[in-house]
């Protein structure tokens, strides 16, 4: 170490020399003059004669390094290792002000690629935004992933919807059933949460990640004319103002009467919900449970028959309690009957 030091020491000597500045008096004017001599050399430069030794001046600090194989500069694997060693330096042994140093640079060269205003991250290229797939009932189909750097978190909205903007009613019949929805994987530094929503005729929303995976799907109990549905999902980089909630509907299909249950998983993001009937004559027992072990009760409550077949009230949304994991729903009516149960998610 003592050796390289003194060849540093030289170079900066002849540096001097070549350029008529005066030994210096003390350590400042010494300090100053290792600035100046830093200054006018490239990022990496050679110390002449030696072709062995390197300094390496990243913006931050001034080492020495010795020469790479295949050329004197890292390759990406060491530069990553050099800069997390750095940031962990300086930032104290702390991880999170280390991961917090680490994105402050790669923002800063982000901004070096592309310095000006920009809505879309640099990695948006390297995705697949959008698409259009005619999905069966029962299946789910990708049609969007876009996976970008940590510091490329941002605002990302998603539009799901119907490929036609016009039903086209041949071959309906009473019995078709369109039951879309679409299944948002995001997240950031890898780890996505879930959601499943409905599409309807169409719905837009918009998160924050640094990560997104989007498919198309259609429930089982679905009937299709043609077999399948056209279905359309995209991601973009500017936020939407939402002016409805989202919501996941769940069916249950022609639940018996005499006391007939049936169990169904609160979908992720739900905080309240509502219930409605085809025959509302039919009085409806619901049980939201939790899970500890064994199923608990959490509330009960009664959607009452009505005197008719159709709903004569709308139902005030029942909220769901933080242990909130199942809804099991009872006919106690005289006839069978489908539910639908709109779940309200906070997204």
């Given at each position: 170490?003592?050796?390289?030091?003194?060849?540093?020491?030289?170079?900066?000597?002849?540096?001097?020399?070549?350029?008529?500045?005066?030994?210096?008096?003390?350590?400042?004017?010494?300090?100053?003059?290792?600035?100046?001599?830093?200054?006018?050399?490239?990022?990496?430069?050679?110390?002449?004669?030696?072709?062995?030794?390197?300094?390496?001046?990243?913006?931050?600090?001034?080492?020495?390094?010795?020469?790479?194989?295949?050329?004197?500069?890292?390759?990406?694997?060491?530069?990553?290792?050099?800069?997390?060693?750095e940031a962990m330096a300086e930032a104290h042994g702390d991880d999170f002000n280390r991961d917090f140093l680490l994105s402050g640079k790669e923002q800063a060269e982000l901004q070096a690629a592309a310095p000006f205003a920009?809505?879309?991250?640099?990695?948006?290229?390297?995705?697949?935004?959008?698409?259009?797939?005619?999905?069966?009932?029962?299946?789910?189909?990708?049609?969007?992933?876009?996976?970008?750097?940590?510091?490329?978190?941002?605002?990302?909205?998603?539009?799901?919807?119907?490929?036609?903007?016009?039903?086209?009613?041949?071959?309906i019949d009473a019995n078709t059933l369109f039951r879309p929805y679409g299944i948002i994987q995001w997240g950031t530094r890898g780890f996505p949460v879930t959601a499943q929503v409905d599409i309807g005729r169409g719905c837009?929303?918009?998160?924050?990640?640094?990560?997104?995976?989007?498919?198309?799907?259609?429930?089982?109990?679905?009937?299709?004319?043609?077999?399948?549905?056209?279905?359309?999902?995209?991601?973009?980089?500017?936020?939407?103002?939402?002016?409805?909630?989202?919501?996941?509907?769940?069916y249950v299909d022609g639940l018996a009467n005499g006391g007939t249950t049936t169990d169904l998983v609160i979908p992720r993001f739900a905080k309240q919900f509502t219930l409605w009937r085809s025959d509302a004559r039919n009085?409806?027992?619901?049980?939201?449970?939790?899970?500890?072990?064994?199923?608990?009760?959490?509330?009960?409550?009664?959607?009452?028959?009505?005197?008719?077949?159709?709903?004569?009230?709308?139902?005030?949304?029942?909220?769901?309690?933080?242990?909130?994991?199942?809804?099991?729903?009872?006919?106690?009516?005289?006839?069978?009957?489908?539910?639908?149960?709109?779940?309200?998610?906070?997204?």
């Amino acid at each position: 170490m003592t050796e390289k030091r003194d060849q540093i020491l030289g170079a900066l000597a002849r540096w001097a020399n070549a350029n008529g500045i005066p030994r210096p008096k003390d350590q400042a004017g010494m300090n100053r003059l290792l600035q100046r001599f830093i200054a006018a050399q490239p990022a990496w430069f050679e110390i002449p004669d030696d072709r062995t030794t390197h300094l390496i001046d990243d913006g931050a600090t001034i080492q020495i390094a010795d020469a790479k194989v295949g050329g004197q500069f890292m390759d990406d694997w060491d530069q990553l290792l050099q800069q997390r060693s750095e940031a962990m330096a300086e930032a104290h042994g702390d991880d999170f002000n280390r991961d917090f140093l680490l994105s402050g640079k790669e923002q800063a060269e982000l901004q070096a690629a592309a310095p000006f205003a920009r809505t879309n991250p640099v990695s948006v290229l390297q995705g697949i935004l959008g698409g259009t797939a005619n999905v069966t009932q029962g299946t789910s189909v990708n049609i969007a992933r876009w996976e970008g750097a940590d510091a490329e978190t941002t605002a990302v909205t998603v539009t799901l919807g119907p490929v036609e903007t016009v039903p086209n009613l041949d071959g309906i019949d009473a019995n078709t059933l369109f039951r879309p929805y679409g299944i948002i994987q995001w997240g950031t530094r890898g780890f996505p949460v879930t959601a499943q929503v409905d599409i309807g005729r169409g719905c837009q929303f918009t998160i924050n990640a640094s990560f997104v995976n989007l498919s198309l799907a259609m429930e089982a109990n679905t009937a299709l004319p043609n077999g399948f549905l056209g279905l359309t999902g995209l991601l973009s980089y500017q936020p939407c103002v939402r002016t409805q909630n989202l919501t996941r509907s769940l069916y249950v299909d022609g639940l018996a009467n005499g006391g007939t249950t049936t169990d169904l998983v609160i979908p992720r993001f739900a905080k309240q919900f509502t219930l409605w009937r085809s025959d509302a004559r039919n009085a409806i027992g619901i049980v939201v449970e939790g899970y500890a072990g064994s199923f608990s009760t959490i509330y009960s409550f009664t959607r009452a028959a009505a005197a008719t077949v159709a709903e004569t009230a709308a139902m005030t949304p029942l909220p769901l309690t933080g242990d909130s994991v199942y809804l099991r729903l009872t006919n106690a009516g005289s006839s069978s009957t489908n539910i639908v149960v709109v779940f309200d998610l906070a997204l």
